[in-house]
C-alpha cells in the first residue's frame, strides 16, 4: 500500500496504464524507519556538516559519486538493467524516490522486473533515485538524464538497517 502522498502523485499514472488495459505494478510504501535511515545515510554522505540537505546541497549530488555519466543517456530505462549493474544493485526488489523535492521520505518498494517495465510509467520529469535494500548503493539519474553511483556510508553497528 502506498502513503497518501504517493498515492496522490501516482494517480494520474495510474488511470493511464490502467486506460491502456495494463495491469498497475505492485507497489507499496518503504517503511518510515527504512526512509529515515536512509535520509541519515544520505546526509552523512553528501551533507555530513548540516543538520538537514537542502535542495542545493542535492543539486551537488553528483560530486559525491563513484562514476558518472559524462553525457545524458538518451533512453535511460532502456537501459535502467545495465545502469543497476554497473552501480552494483543487483536485488529482486529495488527502493526508489520520485522526486528530490520529498528528499527521501518517500520513497517506492517495487520488484525489478516491474521496474523495467514500468519505469517509463512511473518516472516523470523529476530526478530518480535507486538504491538496494540492503543500502548499499544508488544509482541517481538526474531530469536531464545523467546517471551516477553512490556508495551509501555504512551502517551505526549498533542498529541494523531496518527492512523497507
Known amino acids: ?30 517503511s518510515e524507519a527504512y526512509c529515515q535511515e536512509l535520509n541519515e545515510r544520505m546526509r552523512q554522505l553528501i551533507a555530513p556538516d548540516r543538520p538537514e ?13 563513484t562514476w558518472h555519466s559524462k553525457s545524458p543517456i538518451p533512453d535511460w530505462d532502456a537501459e535502467l538493467d545495465a545502469l543497476l549493474k554497473q552501480a552494483h544493485i543487483e536485488s529482486n526488489e529495488l527502493i526508489f ?4 523535492d520529498w ?13 523495467f517495465e514500468y519505469s ?26 545523467y546517471a551516477c553511483h553512490l556508495r551509501l556510508p555504512p551502517p551505526d553497528p549498533t542498529r541494523p538497517t531496518p527492512a523497507p
Open 103 to 115: 528528499g527521501f521520505d518517500y520513497a517506492i518498494v517495487i520488484g525489478r522486473a516491474d521496474m
Open 1 to 30: 500500500m502506498l502513503s497518501p502522498t504517493l498515492e496522490k502523485a501516482l494517480k494520474y499514472k495510474r488511470e493511464d496504464v490502467l486506460k491502456e488495459g495494463r495491469a498497475w505494478p505492485n507497489l507499496r510504501s518503504a
Open 97 to 100: 524516490t520520485l522526486s528530490m
Open 53 to 65: 540537505i537542502d535542495l542545493e546541497t542535492y543539486n551537488q549530488i553528483s560530486r559525491h559519486a
Open 120 to 145: 517509463d510509467d512511473l518516472v516523470y520529469a523529476d530526478d530518480v533515485f535507486i538504491v538496494d535494500p540492503q543500502m548499499q548503493n544508488a544509482l541517481f539519474i538526474d531530469h536531464h538524464a
